[in-house]
């Protein structure tokens, strides 16, 4: 019996429409045509800048790194289209005073953010703001394609997880938990912590902005710092915990652990 070719079955053909990723999605859907990012607060390098204009141009290379990696020339054109818009939009938003030249007290840090988080955009004004100390500026200046270390330059291609990534430090807005005393995830509140840099976009800032859990279940796992960057010692599982926050997912490293293999 012919079988007209309107009645022969269909060949289902895999979805290939390039899909924006869910960082870009949650801009395009939330913050479209404002900027976002982060306010950072310049503690180191009041007497270089040469050095810091430097820093501020690498550390805005390895930020749009998920431009990059995510947004290539086989995407859809409203996709690049919005990926342009956005990466127009993204801001660091430096606080700069040579008051704050080699400043410690987190808190001092937290008043001048907590000054200006009224009038920021939603898009900007996360429970978090960022500090660049000399620690952080010498791992993105010095650690990178030095011999020294044997690091490379981040690229699209960098592995994750890598401990001697360039990192910024991340502060609480507010150094308080919000936990009675003994509670057991106070421990899991680390005010000041070390992110690498390159997933400050597609990770951090899109896991802050959508929203879905206190700041004390986004640092459970990783070793908290003071503002030099130096890690402080909180009990006998530190060795369980990772030097930068890289994502919500267990690092390679926990995984073999969970595994048995290390």
Same mark, same amino acid.
């Given at each position: 019996?012919?079988?007209?070719?309107?009645?022969?079955?269909?060949?289902?053909?895999?979805? $290939?429409?390039?899909?924006?990723?869910?960082?870009? *999605?949650?801009?395009?859907?939330?913050?479209?045509?404002?900027?976002?990012?982060? #306010?950072?607060?310049?503690?180191?390098?009041?007497?270089?800048?040469? &050095?810091?204009?430097?820093?501020?141009?690498?550390?805005?290379?390895?930020?749009?790194?998920?431009?990059?990696? @995510?947004?290539?020339?086989?995407?859809?054109?409203?996709?690049?289209?919005?990926?342009?818009?956005?990466?127009?939009?993204?801001?660091?938003?430096? =606080?700069? !005073?040579?008051?704050?030249?080699?400043?410690? +007290?987190? +808190?001092?840090?937290?008043?001048?953010?907590?000054?200006?988080?009224?009038?920021?955009?939603?898009? *900007?004004?996360?429970?978090?703001?960022?500090?660049?100390?000399? %620690?952080?500026?010498?791992?993105?200046?010095? %650690?990178?394609? !030095?011999?020294?270390?044997?690091?490379?330059?981040?690229? $699209?291609?960098?592995? &994750?997880?890598?401990?001697?990534?360039?990192? =910024?430090?991340? #502060?609480?807005?507010?150094?308080?938990?919000?936990?009675?005393?003994?509670?057991?995830?106070?421990?899991?509140?680390?005010?000041?912590?070390?992110?690498?840099?390159?997933?400050? #976009? !597609?990770?951090?800032?899109?896991?802050?902005?959508?929203?879905?859990?206190?700041? &004390?279940?986004? $640092?459970?796992?990783?070793?908290? $710092?003071?503002?030099?960057?130096?890690?402080?010692?909180?009990?006998? !599982?530190?060795?369980?915990?990772? @030097?930068?926050?890289?994502?919500?997912?267990?690092?390679?490293?926990?995984?073999?652990?969970?595994?048995?293999?290390?």
């Amino acid at each position: 019996m012919h079988v007209s070719d309107t009645h022969k079955p269909r060949k289902f053909m895999a979805q $290939t429409t390039p899909v924006a990723p869910d960082w870009l *999605r949650q801009w395009t859907r939330r913050h479209r045509d404002q900027t976002w990012g982060f #306010v950072a607060v310049k503690t180191a390098s009041y007497d270089d800048a040469e &050095r810091w204009n430097e820093f501020k141009a690498r550390i805005r290379n390895i930020i749009e790194i998920p431009f990059e990696r @995510d947004i290539d020339s086989s995407s859809a054109s409203a996709v690049s289209e919005d990926a342009s818009a956005a990466k127009a939009k993204l801001e660091l938003r430096w =606080i700069e !005073d040579p008051a704050l030249d080699g400043q410690t +007290d987190p +808190d001092v840090l937290r008043d001048r953010y907590s000054r200006i988080r009224p009038s920021l955009p939603s898009g *900007r004004s996360q429970n978090v703001f960022l500090v660049a100390s000399k %620690d952080v500026v010498a791992s993105v200046l010095d %650690d990178a394609n !030095d011999q020294k270390t044997g690091e490379a330059a981040p690229s $699209t291609n960098s592995p &994750r997880w890598r401990s001697k990534a360039p990192y =910024i430090l991340a #502060v609480s807005a507010d150094a308080d938990p919000g936990l009675e005393e003994g509670h057991e995830e106070r421990e899991w509140f680390k005010p000041v912590f070390r992110v690498a840099i390159e997933v400050l #976009v !597609d990770e951090f800032w899109h896991l802050l902005d959508l929203n879905i859990m206190p700041l &004390r279940r986004i $640092t459970r796992s990783i070793k908290g $710092t003071d503002l030099g960057g130096q890690v402080l010692a909180t009990g006998d !599982d530190d060795g369980d915990l990772e @030097d930068l926050w890289w994502s919500m997912a267990p690092s390679p490293r926990r995984l073999r652990k969970r595994r048995g293999i290390e």
